[in-house]
Every structure is written in structure tokens, then in C-alpha cells.
């Protein structure tokens, strides 16, 4: 592969992983009192858990403008490919562990595990691609 498809494919993956994450950022911490009863049957009662997750949705937005950033700006994109690697991993091995100690879950969450390796492998070529 050239350098330009491979400084396309990681814009295309940075902006297409981008999008995919806005609606489940906004499905854990919108309003987690209805998306997480109706999604998982998860009942948010109380101000820390809706906390937790309103953070995470924080994590997730905040780790997406970075991405879109990377996805334009040449200087960032491998930052952005970086932390993109480790985010995506770090989501799935705590998906592993907790199928390990806690069995499985949801379908969705077992989707999002899939999704999960499936980009961190993706984006973990296209680093050693432009190394």
C-alpha cells in the first residue's frame, strides 16, 4: 500500500469509528435512566451511577473530537490512531474479563466486544502501515 491510501484508510477509520460512537456515547449518559432500562434492563437509580455513566459519555465524546481532529490534521493522526489502539483494546479486554468472571452478556454487548477488537486490529495495522 502507498502512503496515500494508507493516510486515507486511517482518516476513513478515524471519522467512520467517530460516528459510530456518538450514539452509543449519548445511549450510556444522555438520559442512562431510559436508554439503560431499555437496552439492557439496567435500572439507574441515584445520582452516582447516572454520574459514572454521564462520565463515560464524557470519555467517549471527548476521545471522538480528538479523532475527527486526527482525521484532518496530518500532525495528529497517528496520536489519534494511537489512542484509538488503545481505547478499543482497553474496552475489550475489560469485555473479556468480565465475560470471564461474570459470564456472558447482552447480545449487544457481545457485538460491541466484536466491534471493539475488530477496530483496535484495524487501527493497530494502519500505525505499523505509516511506521
Same mark, same amino acid.
Given at each position: #500500500? ?5 493516510? %486515507?484508510?486511517?482518516?476513513? @477509520? ?6 459510530? @460512537?456518538?450514539?452509543?456515547?449519548? &445511549? /450510556?449518559?444522555?438520559?442512562?435512566? %431510559?436508554?439503560?432500562? /431499555?437496552?439492557? &434492563?439496567?435500572?439507574?437509580?441515584? +445520582?452516582?451511577?447516572?454520574h459514572i ?6 470519555? /467517549? @465524546? ?6 475527527? +481532529? &486526527?482525521?484532518? %490534521? ?9 489512542? *484509538?489502539?488503545?481505547? #478499543?483494546? &482497553? ?5 473479556? *474479563? ?15 466486544? *466484536? @466491534? ?9 495495522? *494502519? ?5
Amino acid at each position: #500500500m502507498n502512503k496515500s491510501t494508507v493516510e %486515507k484508510l486511517q482518516k476513513v @477509520l478515524l471519522l467512520f469509528v467517530s460516528v459510530g @460512537l456518538i450514539p452509543i456515547a449519548l &445511549g /450510556y449518559g444522555l438520559v442512562p435512566a %431510559k436508554s439503560m432500562d /431499555y437496552l439492557f &434492563g439496567i435500572s439507574v437509580t441515584g +445520582i452516582n451511577l447516572a454520574h459514572i455513566l454521564r462520565a463515560v459519555m464524557g470519555l /467517549y @465524546l471527548a476521545l471522538v473530537i480528538f479523532w475527527v +481532529i &486526527g482525521a484532518y %490534521k496530518v500532525q495528529l493522526r497517528q496520536a489519534a490512531l494511537y489512542s *484509538l489502539v488503545v481505547f #478499543m483494546f &482497553g474496552l475489550a479486554a475489560g469485555r473479556i *474479563l468480565s465475560i470471564i468472571i461474570d459470564g456472558i452478556p447482552h447480545w449487544l454487548l457481545i457485538i460491541y466486544l *466484536l @466491534l471493539e477488537l475488530g477496530f483496535g486490529t484495524l487501527g493497530l495495522l *494502519l500505525v505499523k502501515k505509516s511506521d
